[in-house]
Nanobody, 124 residues
Framework: QVQLVESGGGLVQAGGSLRLSCAAG????????VGWFRQAPGNEREFVAH????????SYAESVKGRFTISTDNAKNTVYLQMNNLKPEDTAVYYC?????????????????WGKGTQVTVSA
């Protein structure tokens, strides 16, 4: 059973950058790609970005398009989320997850294996 571990979160000022990592242990991410989601207190888990297993195709939420970049290093079994020009509204716990099929990538219910998350806090 694959285990996902996120890292790279922290506290940053608005306009700053962070790079999150999602490492897969005990297996690989699978054939349907990897997604990043985030969840702020009181909110539902929200789609951020997705990358296919080959890394050839990416998708982003409108709120992060142009600021965030998802990438993959298959040799390292790691997916990254580069976050630039961070805003206070980006503050959340960020999770990576392995997609389990061809269901809508924006829906967190179509992902099975999840990491425990990493906190990102952006101060104004």
């Amino acid at each position: 059973q694959v285990q996902l571990v996120e890292s790279g979160g922290g506290l940053v000022q608005a306009g700053g950058s962070l790079r999150l990592s999602c490492a897969a242990g005990g297996g690989t991410f699978g054939s349907f790609g990897v997604g990043w989601f985030r969840q702020a207190p009181g909110n539902e888990r929200e789609f951020v970005a997705h990358i296919t297993s080959s890394g050839s195709s990416t998708s982003y939420a409108e709120s992060v398009k142009g600021r965030f970049t998802i990438s993959t290093d298959n040799a390292k079994n790691t997916v990254y989320l580069q976050m630039n020009n961070l805003k206070p509204e980006d503050t959340a716990v960020y999770y990576c997850a392995s997609r389990r099929g061809f269901g809508r990538m924006f829906n967190f219910r179509n992902y099975d294996y999840w990491g425990k998350g990493t906190q990102v806090t952006v101060s104004a």
